[in-house]
């Protein structure tokens, strides 16, 4: 079985400040990674994804994670926030095998102060 | 291209009654996906339908069903809805694969 743990359930941080929100993974398998971000009375929207390749993704509004198979971690990074990135985020793991089935973590609270 | 919608977005409904939420997936999409998000227990799945047969299934009592239909919209049925169930229902279609889905905004229930 999967699990994923999110290490901080809320990050608060300033604006223009960098943050990492931390993300860790049980499997005895190989899976794939992934980011949500949740905003108030929102859906999830996918952030950015890995599957296989370069163990580096980045997404088009500036966030960036790093996959590290030795460690089980995918932690979400950004060089400066913005107040606009105030929302939830989810890590969530999925196995090749698995379908469409998500496993997610229980989510960190990020919030950007001016 | 449209999204995933998911109706109605919002429902209140008695203790003992039956519920049933509907979700249209994204053009193309063949599987859909139901999760259940809570405050206490955070994202949990549901079940997940491919092609009009349930793939996956998550740890939820007989009391929660689904199903999906030839043009891949998909319902799930909530049967003698308890307090407990009270959550926001969120649907989500994918191409088949595991390389990420796309979520609708979400279905709040209430029950009283």
């Known amino acids: 079985a999967q699990s994923v743990t999110q290490l901080d359930s809320q990050v608060p941080v300033f604006e223009e400040a960098p943050v990492e929100l931390r993300c860790n993974y049980s499997s005895s398998v190989s899976v794939y990674l992934f980011w949500y971000v949740q905003y108030p009375n929102q859906g999830l929207q996918l952030l950015l994804k890995y599957l296989s390749g370069s163990t580096l993704v980045e997404s088009i509004n500036g966030f960036e994670a790093e996959f590290n198979k030795s460690q089980t971690s995918f932690h979400l990074r950004k060089p400066s926030v913005h107040i606009s990135d105030t929302a939830e985020y989810f890590c969530a793991v999925s196995v090749p095998s698995g379908g469409g089935k998500l496993i997610f973590g229980q989510g960190t609270e990020l919030s950007v102060k001016p | 291209k449209a999204g995933v919608t998911q109706t109605p977005r919002y429902l209140i409904k008695t203790r003992g009654q039956q519920v049933t939420l509907s979700c249209s997936p994204i053009?193309?999409?063949?599987?859909v996906s139901w999760y259940q998000q809570t405050p206490g227990q955070g994202l949990q799945f549901l079940f997940e339908y491919f092609s009009e047969t349930q793939r996956n299934k998550g740890n939820f009592p007989g009391r929660f069903s689904g199903r999906q239909f030839s043009n891949s919209r998909s319902e799930m049925n909530v049967s003698t809805l308890e307090l407990g169930d009270s959550a926001l229902y969120l649907c989500?279609?994918?191409?088949?694969?595991?390389?990420?889905?796309?979520f609708g905004q979400g279905t709040r229930l209430t029950v009283v």
């Open positions: 053009s193309g999409h063949r599987s």
């Open positions: 989500a279609s994918s191409l088949g694969n595991t390389g990420g889905a796309f």
